[in-house]
C-alpha cells in the first residue's frame, strides 16, 4: 500500500510541476516591453501600413542595389568580360551547342549539345574550345546531352574537356 502510494504521490507531484511550466512558459508576458515582439499583431494591418508609410518615406534620388559578395562581383565581372567569347559561340556553334553556361566553378564551360558523337565533340573542342576558351578563363569544358523525358535528370554529362596548361586541349568522352 505504501508504495501505491508513493507511486500516486510522485505523479500528482510531476502533474503539479507540468501545470506549472505550462502556465508559466506558454503564456507570452504582455506588456509594453514585449508588445513589439510578438508574433502576428492583431493591430497590425500590413496593407494599411503601406500606405501610409509609403507617404512619408524619404526616397533615394536612383534606386539603390545591395552590395554583392566578393564571389558574387567576380562572378558578374568575369561574366561581362566572356560576353565576346559567348556571342562568338551562339553566332558559328549554335546549330551544334544548343546553350551554355558557368554554373558551378568559374574556370568550367558547360556546353549543352545537340549531338554527342565523336567527331562533333572534337570539331567543337577544335575550332571553339581550344583556340580562345582559356584565354577566357576555362580550364574545363563539360559536354551534355538531353536525356530521354522519362529519366531523372534533363541532362547527362558525356564528355569533358580540359587544358594541360599549355594551351593543349584533352578529351575525356565518359
Keep these: ?9 510522485a505523479l ?26 510578438r508574433v502576428g499583431r492583431p493591430d497590425f494591418d500590413p496593407s494599411a501600413s503601406a ?5 512619408g518615406a524619404p526616397r533615394p534620388e536612383q534606386p539603390l542595389s545591395a552590395p ?3 564571389e558574387a562581383q567576380l562572378r558578374q565581372d568575369l561574366s561581362r568580360k566572356r560576353i565576346p567569347y559567348f556571342r562568338f559561340l551562339h553566332d558559328n ?10 554554373l558551378d566553378d568559374l574556370d568550367t564551360l558547360d556546353l549543352y549539345v545537340s549531338r554527342s558523337d565523336n ?18 578563363g576555362f580550364r574545363r569544358v ?28 584533352s578529351i575525356f568522352q565518359k
Design 119 to 136: 567527331k562533333t565533340l572534337m570539331d567543337v573542342v577544335q575550332r571553339a574550345v581550344a583556340p580562345r576558351a582559356s584565354e577566357y
Design 12 to 37: 500528482v507531484g510531476l502533474a503539479i510541476v507540468a501545470g506549472l511550466g505550462f502556465v508559466l512558459f506558454s503564456h507570452p508576458a504582455s506588456g509594453p516591453a514585449n508588445a513589439g515582439s
Design 68 to 70: 554583392l559578395s566578393r
Design 93 to 102: 556553334f549554335g546549330d551544334t551547342i544548343e546553350h551554355f553556361s558557368v
Design 142 to 169: 563539360r559536354f551534355y546531352v538531353p536525356n530521354p523525358a522519362t529519366a531523372a535528370t534533363p541532362f547527362a554529362i558525356v564528355a569533358e574537356a580540359t587544358d594541360d596548361g599549355s594551351g593543349r586541349w
Design 1 to 9: 500500500m505504501k508504495a501505491v502510494a508513493g507511486v500516486f504521490g
Design 51 to 55: 500606405t501610409s508609410a509609403d507617404a
